[in-house]
């Protein structure tokens, strides 16, 4: 298939999704257009932490915290001051957070910058080991940035989190920065610096031998992956207009870590079909925690089943399925087609 | 000491004193060499004497714990693995360690990495500047694979490769980086008679086209004494021998480490 | 602060490291032998407590039986950990396990809190361990004391094993080397079941006496306990079983010492418990007992 009708193909693809969130926005329901919004923000952020743990196969267990860091950033930018004197009752906010206000779009920038910054600074520990160590070290720092979050009252407002933020999240934010967000990590995993992430992933060593240098290459992934995690975390600060430390625990990551084992560990379109299927699953499996009635009886809501069949599904996945959705592929425009000619073969008669 | 040091300055490449312990044990001790430009120098000695272990001292996997190492004048001792090989050596490994998901080509693609003149934002916003580069490493790694005899498996994964196509492709990827010394650790193993004679040439081939000194470590002792203009002995950690093979095929200290009884039996 | 608060403090924070070091136990036997991060093993400090509760409140059985009942269920329990989510994984890439045992962890949970519900419950303190010891301005529990014994006890119990025993000296090959172990003929899969046995039936203990020590119990309780104990195995060098001991007790003592200093950053607490760990992974990996690394 030539390059040019490739290229085609993809905008005709954008359009036809633009065209259909048009269509949502416009006569969706208010509970259509929110899952719409989850999908795109969970399709940014597991894309993300794919580049990390599926392509340089590093085990981040730490992209609660830099979510965290882009949601409490791009809240704190974008909240007038009085709404922020109405949040920070125990203490007050400290300066300049308590008179600094921007534009939607600069605090979202600012929020993948924080995030991102960050990540430049943790790095330096963070990729001097790998395995286990690193898994635990992103872990402790995930966590750490959350406890941080809980206890630094007079930035954060600490426990009680921050209320009442403007609701700026709509589809076209969400799935711009999403279409934004694949767009490029694909390109960089395609170019030669994503060659050298995926030769690190196989054999750190030979690649060292092959004059990679890891430490570059892995922190460019890691940068890349906060900046994207840290405007998704702004993204859904203004989407659900409430957040507190509590929302960003290692439950969000495990979360993200069934997205990504789930979809195919390595592949952007599988951490694409992860994230959609773990938000449209997580809005099907809500029966589950609510009263059912069939009939003349009802069954009573279990809460916490969603979570036991979650795990039950990425455990599951790991044990039988280890490859995931997608394995390693991607979509490829060449592969649908051949795949189509291949029926087509089938159905022509003798 | 100035004497010393001028002939560092001179030499290709020179190891000095160099030496390497593991808790108590002294895998490498005392070990000297130097290789001059365009030679094919030989590392023999029986399992276990330290002879990767000196490669990975070379490369920078592992770190001396005495001597120094240098290279067209360079003191390379306490460099990492991946200066190293920008500086201009590379190697090849014993077990193959090939990127065995990825394709052939995309093997040799990984070698051209270090000198990129467009940033990763040029990468991920697609600038032409970029994917003119990508083409340019591109056709460079398939110049490799050609000379390689391997272009028709270009886009085979790696691990699928026959064992013999997969040694080459090791050597293949490590001439991409464009070295000036090639270490090979034991390139013709496993291989069968007709494919060694055809490593021998595709050796004397690089050396004589590129002007590549190439450094080998082999157990096939024909295989040695045929390529290499001289050859160093090394058992237990230490270098017991020095010299041409006709030199190094009667040094009798070679030959109770290496034969034991088995020449005094016949002789 | 005054002489009779640092003794008590001090007392407490032994007391803190012995339940530490019980648990970071199993996590470094396991890690030695498997080479893997149990994430699961915090969880079972949960189960042996709830276990115990019940035997108590269910089965009315007295407690010096069902707390070892509770204990020994749990110790099984770790076995069916290892065969379900890590046994077919020993070939596996290491993320695999790793996720597998993060998966088995919140399985463990959120079943308990749909089983058992996320309201805590109190505990069953038996008398034996609740009454407190006054001396002078000294107000300790006895379970306070009773602790550290408790482990004291049972350390010196796995060390005989581990340094007396056949199966032991088996366990202690495995970790130095896996397949030559099983090239020598010994059955690599009893010594595993054997390993988490043993870690789990002391992290069990543990959790008893937690759940005496903080006698509120809830799904969730063996998650950060887990996580500090871990903290603590790394620090006294992942692997070595003395050294989990050590990393116990330090890690108690400096836990509650730090609290009790400087109690304006007492919300801190847990950020500092994973900065030393961080601390730790960077410079000395191999911790205290282990041997610095040459590179």
Redesign the interface.
């Known amino acids: 298939m030539s390059e040019k009708l490739k290229f085609w193909l993809n905008v005709a693809s954008l359009v036809l999704l633009f065209g259909v969130l048009f269509l949502f926005s416009r006569y969706g329901s208010g509970y259509q257009i929110r899952i719409l919004n989850n999908i795109a923000i969970f399709i940014t952020l597991a894309v993300s932490y794919n580049l990390v743990n599926g392509v340089c196969g590093l085990l981040h267990l730490g992209p609660n915290g830099f979510i965290a860091i882009g949601a409490y950033t791009s809240a704190l930018l974008s909240m007038t001051p009085a709404e922020k004197q109405l949040n920070f009752i125990i203490e007050h906010a400290i300066w300049p957070i308590n008179v600094i206000q921007v534009p939607f779009v600069v605090s979202l920038i600012a929020a993948g910058v924080a995030a991102a910054s960050v990540a430049f600074l943790i790095s330096f520990p963070v990729l001097r080991v790998r395995g286990d160590y690193l898994a635990i070290v992103t872990l402790g720092f995930g966590e750490v940035i959350r406890v941080l979050c809980n206890a630094a009252q007079s930035v954060t407002n600490g426990p009680l989190g921050l209320k009442g933020l403007q609701a700026h999240t709509n589809l076209w934010w969400s799935w711009g920065v999403a279409t934004l967000a694949v767009a490029a990590i694909q390109r960089l995993i395609n170019s030669n610096y994503g060659l050298a992430m995926k030769a690190i992933r196989e054999d750190e060593t030979a690649a060292r031998a092959m004059g990679v240098d890891p430490f570059q290459r892995l922190m460019l992934a890691f940068l890349i992956s906060a900046f994207f995690s840290g405007i998704a975390g702004g993204l859904l600060a203004h989407l659900i207009t409430t957040i507190s430390p509590g929302l960003f625990t290692f439950l969000l990551t495990f979360n993200l870590l069934i997205m990504i084992v789930v979809g195919g560990l390595g592949s952007t379109t599988g951490s694409i079909i992860g994230a959609v299927l773990f938000a449209w699953g997580g809005e099907a499996l809500r029966i589950v925690e609510r009263p059912m009635e069939i009939g003349p009886f009802t069954i009573p809501g279990i809460p916490g089943m969603r979570m036991v069949i979650f795990s039950l599904i990425l455990m599951l996945v790991i044990l039988f399925v280890r490859k995931g959705i997608m394995g390693r592929s991607e979509f490829s425009w060449d592969a649908l087609a051949s795949k189509f000619a291949g029926w087509r073969r089938t159905q022509t008669p003798p | 000491m100035e004497e010393n040091s001028n002939t560092a300055m001179r030499s290709f490449f020179q190891m000095r004193h160099v030496t390497r312990k593991?808790?108590g044990l002294m895998a490498v001790s005392d070990f000297s060499i130097t290789i001059e430009r365009g030679e094919l120098m030989g590392l023999i000695g029986p399992n276990g004497a330290g002879k990767t272990t000196v490669f990975n001292m070379i490369?920078g996997?592992?770190?001396p714990t005495a001597g120094d190492i240098s290279w067209k004048g360079e003191n390379i001792t306490r460099l990492?693995?991946?200066?190293i090989?920008?500086r201009g050596i590379?190697?090849t490994?014993q077990n193959i360690?090939?990127?065995?998901?990825?394709s052939v080509l995309?093997n040799v693609?990984?070698?051209?990495?270090?000198p990129?003149d467009s940033s990763?934002l040029a990468?991920?916003?697609?600038l032409a500047k970029?994917r003119r580069?990508?083409k340019r490493?591109r056709e460079h790694s398939l110049k490799y694979l050609v000379e390689a005899g391997l272009a028709p498996f270009a886009f085979e994964k790696a691990q699928n490769l026959p064992y013999g196509l997969q040694r080459k492709l090791e050597i293949a990827?490590?001439l991409?980086?464009e070295p000036g010394m090639l270490l090979l650790d034991e390139p013709a193993a496993g291989m069968n008679p007709m494919e060694k004679m055809e490593l021998a040439a595709f050796i004397r081939r690089i050396r004589e086209k590129n002007g590549i000194t190439v450094f080998l470590i082999e157990h096939d002792m024909k295989f040695v004494m045929n390529i290499c203009e001289r050859i160093k002995v090394i058992n237990y950690g230490q270098s017991i021998a020095e010299g041409s093979p006709d030199e190094i095929r009667r040094d009798p200290e070679v030959i109770s480490a290496y034969l034991g009884g088995a020449s005094r039996a016949q002789g | 602060m005054s002489l009779t608060l640092f003794l008590q403090q001090l007392i407490n924070g032994v007391s803190l490291g012995s339940l530490y070091a019980l648990i970071a136990i199993g996590y470094t036997m396991v890690y030695g032998i498997l080479r893997l991060i149990n994430f699961a093993h915090g969880d079972l400090l949960m189960v042996a407590a709830y276990a115990g509760m019940y035997g108590v409140l269910l089965f009315s059985l007295p407690w010096f039986i069902s707390f070892p009942l509770a204990v020994m269920a749990t110790g099984a329990l770790g076995i069916l950990l290892d065969r379900a989510a890590y046994k077919p994984l020993r070939q596996a890439p290491r993320i695999s396990l790793l996720i597998s045992a993060i998966g088995a962890s919140f399985l463990m949970e959120n079943l308990a809190l749909v089983l058992i519900g996320g309201v805590p419950k109190p505990f069953p303190r038996p008398d034996f361990f609740g009454y407190v010891i006054k001396a002078g301005d000294l107000h300790i529990l006895v379970l306070t004391i009773y602790s550290p014994i408790i482990t004291l006890l049972l350390v010196l119990g796995l060390l005989y094993i581990v340094f007396k025993t056949k199966a032991g000296k088996a366990m202690r090959a495995a970790s130095l080397d896996f397949e030559a172990t099983r090239l020598m003929g010994i059955n690599l899969d009893r010594i595993i079941a054997l390993t988490f046995l043993i870690g789990s039936s002391l992290a069990a203990a543990s959790g008893i006496m937690w759940a005496m020590k903080y006698p509120q119990i809830n799904p969730f309780m063996g998650v950060i306990p887990g996580f500090k104990a871990f903290i603590a195995a790394v620090i006294g060098g992942i692997g070595n079983i003395v050294g989990a001991v050590l990393g116990g007790f330090l890690l108690g003592l400096c836990e509650i010492l730090i609290v009790a200093l400087l109690p304006d950053l007492a919300e801190y607490r847990d950020a500092f418990a994973f900065l030393i760990l961080i601390g730790v992974l960077l410079f000395r990996p191999t911790g205290i007992m282990g041997e610095p690394i040459i590179q």
């Open positions: 593991f808790g490369t996997m592992l770190r990492p693995t991946h200066l090989t920008a590379a190697r490994f360690k090939l990127f065995a998901d990825m995309e693609m990984v070698s051209c990495h270090y990129l990763f990468a991920m916003l697609g970029h580069e990508e490493i990827r490590a991409a980086t």
